[in-house]
């Protein structure tokens, strides 16, 4: 009992472990964006790998020994403790607006890096290798092209592509990376729409990130936004190998929403895997957050003048959290092939909002992988909010997102599967209300049941994710769309998109 209240008391004071200002290593600069026409209708091809290697930043041997300790506590039968003693939300979304199938397989790029975002009538879809526009009112395809096409690039394969709607300025902005093109050069994409609409035409900046031209590999980069600045970071890798930590740079919105040309300071050596924040207010300070394979402490950054090159400036300090590890592989059924559950990496933006810093991550629980989450509050680096949240007691749950409105409503989406009741990978959601201390778990609804599982090549464990995403309705903050991976075959991918709201 005693060492209940004392873990309860944890969550709740200011523990700040360290605190540090970090200062620049590199200068990024860029010319002006090329003129790109969305509308036009030709298609560009662009080389194809059979897969993207999923690259953790510990060593190899590390994280096999992490899976291989996950896995070892898994049972069919293994019950997992409800996430809270708290009574459960009493109004999680339920309702379903809208559901249909997204972007598939057409061409053996895996995984899919399932990605998207909703705009004011347009919701964009971006996977490895399309780029996809529908209709929010009829859910019909308005735009289908490749990447190679929308990039107009194709040197190299374009992979890890991500894709955000700024609701004040009302323009989208699209990412990805490309394969190395030398020793030298790796290209990454910033694509801005020049209105509110996904099909017309896109400022689009080609960016060399082998910044030091070491053949170092720019990798899993994501993006966010705060009120003046477009947020960029990515995992850094050596050719000689090893993890050389992350990168940070932002760039104004007002240079990058007109084309112009830009020189940013760039943050190195960082935290891995450092997910930004969608930024709902006028703070005038932004942050990012990190979340290590395991452990107790989360590492945040406070970014402060993030659209002044002259004087951003970056501050680090640490939350403690509860102990966690990273999960065990997700199992299916009919087959005793694997779907990988990545570690338990913040895979998609977070959600920022006054105080609120909202997240989640895969950890591994009674031998399951599964999703929990954190409401961070920012001034006092404590967790305010946390809970697990699984559809049964027996499934397997991972590659989760987060994100909530103005008002602390908070919707999640994830992939489960359940053997033990027939139930291959599932495009689940949830949510809660602000004032609720959990997502429901068990709980959840199902948007789409696969109807077989995944046995795409001879590995034993494969490909799945990397990541998901779910987006505020900016026409209704009641209301989300989100996007995950579903099975259409045993050897193709394909993804379904959904509308949810309270």
């Known amino acids: 009992m005693i060492a209940s209240i004392i873990a309860g008391l944890a969550m ?20 002006p964006a090329e003129e790109v026409r969305a509308e036009e209708n030709y298609v560009m091809q662009q080389p194809v790998p059979a897969a993207v290697p999923f690259r953790p930043t510990i060593s190899a041997s590390a994280y096999a020994a992490a899976k291989e300790a996950a896995a070892a506590n898994h049972s069919p039968l293994a019950t997992r403790p409800a996430a809270t003693s708290a009574p459960l939300p009493a109004a999680p979304p339920a309702t379903v607006f809208a559901n249909f199938s997204g972007a598939s397989d057409v061409d053996g790029f895996r995984p899919p890096d399932t990605h998207g975002a909703a705009g004011q009538t347009q919701f964009v879809e971006v996977t490895n290798s399309h780029f996809n526009v529908f209709n929010k009112s009829n859910q019909a395809l308005a735009k289908s092209v490749t990447l190679a096409t929308f990039f107009n690039y194709t040197k ?3 992979f890890d592509p991500r894709v955000v709607y700024d609701s004040t300025w009302n323009r989208w902005v699209v990412t990805a990376d ?51 600045a477009v947020l960029i970071t ?9 993890f050389a930590g992350a990168d940070f740079f932002a760039v104004a919105k007002a240079r990058l929403y007109n084309g112009l040309g830009f020189s940013v300071p760039v ?3 960082l935290a891995a895997t450092l997910a930004p924040p969608i930024v709902l207010d006028q703070n005038g300070s932004t942050f990012l957050i990190a979340a290590p394979p395991s452990g107790t402490t989360l590492t945040k950054y406070k970014v402060t003048n993030s659209s002044h090159p002259a004087s951003t400036a970056l501050v680090s300090s640490s939350i403690t959290i509860p102990s966690y590890n990273v999960p065990p592989a997700a199992h299916q059924v009919g087959t005793t092939n694997l779907l990988d559950t990545s570690d338990s990496r913040f895979v998609n933006a977070s959600t920022q909002n006054g105080d609120d810093l909202w997240q ?19 001034a006092t680096n404590t967790v305010s909010q946390s809970s697990v949240f699984f559809q049964t007691s027996t499934s397997d749950d991972f590659n989760a997102s987060i994100t909530a409105n103005v008002n602390g409503d908070a919707f999640v989406t994830w992939t489960a599967t359940d053997p033990t009741h027939s139930r291959n990978a599932q495009v689940m959601f949830s949510g809660k209300r602000s004032a609720d201390t959990s997502i429901p778990g068990p709980g959840g609804i199902a948007g789409v049941i696969s109807s077989t599982f995944y046995n795409p090549s001879t590995d034993t464990t494969e490909r799945w994710g990397d990541y998901s995403a779910v987006t505020i309705d900016p ?14 075959s045993t050897t193709q991918w394909g993804s379904q998109i959904m509308q949810v709201g309270f």
Do not use: C, M
């Open 234 to 242: 990515a995992n850094i890798f050596p050719a000689a190998g090893g």
């Open 12 to 31: 709740l004071l200011p523990v700040q472990v360290w605190s540090q200002t970090l200062a620049p290593k590199f200068n990024l600069k860029s010319g």
């Open 267 to 269: 943050f190195s050596g």
């Open 475 to 488: 026409s209704s903050i009641s209301e989300a769309w989100l996007v995950n991976e579903k099975i259409n």
């Open 156 to 158: 190299k394969a374009i």
């Open 178 to 228: 490309a394969f190395p093109e030398s020793t030298t050069v790796q290209n990454f994409f910033i694509a801005v729409s020049k209105t509110s609409s996904a099909t017309k035409g896109f400022f689009v900046y080609k960016i060399d990130v082998d910044f030091s031209a070491n053949n170092d590999l720019w990798d899993f980069p994501q993006v966010g936004l705060d009120q003046d």
């Open 360 to 378: 989640t991550h895969t950890v591994g629980l009674s031998g399951s992988a599964t999703p929990k989450f954190y409401r961070i509050n920012t």
